[in-house]
């Protein structure tokens, strides 16, 4: 197999396997990010495996790295085969996780892992990729030989998850009853989708809650039938991705309207 043979990108079923395989025989695998004051970061990141097309890496939600991607869930990972002098790079958008299998499987295969960030397995998080786009370059050569899609992985995503704390109920509420006393001024668009995310909040927190009167924002709720509902609450699900709320800050960062819109530039609601 001559070199140009080599950076075809793989059939779409493959391409998981193939990055995961990559990423495996690369170290260090480098991940670029947005720091906390604006500025570009990168440093090592640890690739675990490959599960259900998704890529999964870890991190420990004490470091830097995990309030960068929290803030800005963008990231960019190289990877270099010296043998062949090729470059991997992969770029998505992080959605975390607190899968237990998953967990226990990363302490399992790397134990040396708990004792790197603490020693307790419950101060890890993992991460993977939606949105992926992966690109082979040979050399310095700047210019991708070969690009192509990763898959988004299917049964993964679980979700926003909100830690059962008095001061995120209350936090919660106040967004509600707020939402039904002055709905805010938002284009259509926006106002649907920043509904839809309020939505999946709301019954968050009356699964943690169930006394939890989430009632005011199906009356204020600007969508016209059911389906638009499940619609735009469905698209604010998959933006937001695997959210773990655990201040009250989360709330005001992953509820903000502008961000949402955002977000959602280049995607339609499922019709």
């Keep these: 197999m001559d070199h140009a043979e080599r950076l075809l990108p793989p059939n779409e079923k493959e391409a998981a396997a193939f990055a995961a395989d990559f990423l495996a025989r690369s ?43 929290c803030r800005a869930p963008h990231i960019c990972l190289t990877a270099l085969d ?20 998953i967990l226990d499987r990363a302490v399992r295969e790397r134990p040396e ?5 603490g020693g307790e397995q419950k101060a890890l998080i993992v991460f993977f990729l939606l949105e992926a786009k992966a690109e082979l370059l040979a050399g310095l050569d700047e210019i991708p030989q070969a690009e192509f899609y990763l898959p988004d992985p299917s049964g993964v995503l679980t979700g926003i998850t909100v830690k ?12 509600l009853e707020r939402r039904e006393a002055e709905p805010p001024a938002l284009p259509e668009e926006t106002a649907k989708l920043y509904d839809g995310a ?37 698209l604010a699900a998959r933006l ?19 961000r949402l819109a955002e977000l959602r530039k280049g995607r339609t609601p499922q019709e």
């Design 113 to 117: 892992l708990l004792q790197t960030f």
């Design 82 to 101: 010296r043998e062949n002098e090729i470059f991997l790079r992969i770029s998505g958008k992080v959605c975390f996780s607190e899968d237990e299998p």
């Design 198 to 234: 309020l939505f999946l909040f709301a019954e968050a927190a009356k699964a943690l809650w169930p006394r939890m009167d989430i009632r005011p924002i199906e009356r204020a709720a600007v969508f016209e039938t059911w389906d638009e509902r499940e619609k735009y609450t469905k």
């Design 27 to 69: 170290f260090p695998v480098l991940a670029a990010t947005e720091g906390l004051n604006s500025r570009p970061e990168i440093r090592p990141v640890i690739f675990l495996f490959a599960e259900n097309g998704a890529l999964y890496f870890l991190t420990a939600k004490s470091r830097r790295f995990y309030a960068e991607l």
């Design 240 to 258: 937001i991705g695997n959210a773990v709320i655990d201040k009250p800050e989360d709330l005001t960062y992953f509820l903000d309207p502008e």
């Design 164 to 175: 059962k704390k008095t001061e995120l109920r209350d936090r919660i509420a106040k967004i």
